[in-house]
């Protein structure tokens, strides 16, 4: 009986082991594939931009002109990542691409 118990003890600690928890990365805000910023063309209608990257995370109410799409990724005991694309029009016409920031940016927690 005792053998039993033990080996009942040695599995059931083996089996709780191997568990870990996973926790999915948790995403934010406008997704930014290198693919659809490469489609990006200065000249092109707000309505142009919109069918490729989607509707922008921030509309400034001060700058209608000027679009920001924003991208945070936080994963559990990481730091937040975040990149940032900011396009700005002229007359409803796309003129300046500004992907300085674009690169993934580490936010501490």
């Known amino acids: 009986m005792r053998k039993i118990l033990i080996h009942t003890l040695l599995l ?3 089996a709780l082991s191997a568990c870990s928890i996973y926790r999915v ?3 934010q ?3 930014l ?3 659809d910023i ?3 063309e200065l000249g092109m209608s707000k309505r ?3 069918f490729v990257m ?3 995370l921030l509309h400034d109410p001060f700058h209608s002109d000027r679009w920001d799409f924003i991208n ?3 994963q559990d005991g990481k730091d937040t990542v975040m990149q940032r694309l900011t396009l700005h029009f002229e007359n409803d016409t796309l003129v300046k691409i500004d992907d300085s920031a674009l690169a993934p940016v580490t936010l501490r927690r």
Do not use: F
Request: no cysteine; glycine share 8%.
């Open 72 to 74: 945070t990724v936080r």
């Open 29 to 31: 805000g406008n997704v």
């Open 12 to 14: 059931a600690s083996l």
């Open 33 to 35: 594939e290198e693919k």
């Open 38 to 40: 490469a489609k990006l």
């Open 54 to 56: 989607g509707t922008a």
């Open 48 to 50: 142009q931009v919109t």
């Open 25 to 27: 990365p948790i995403h």
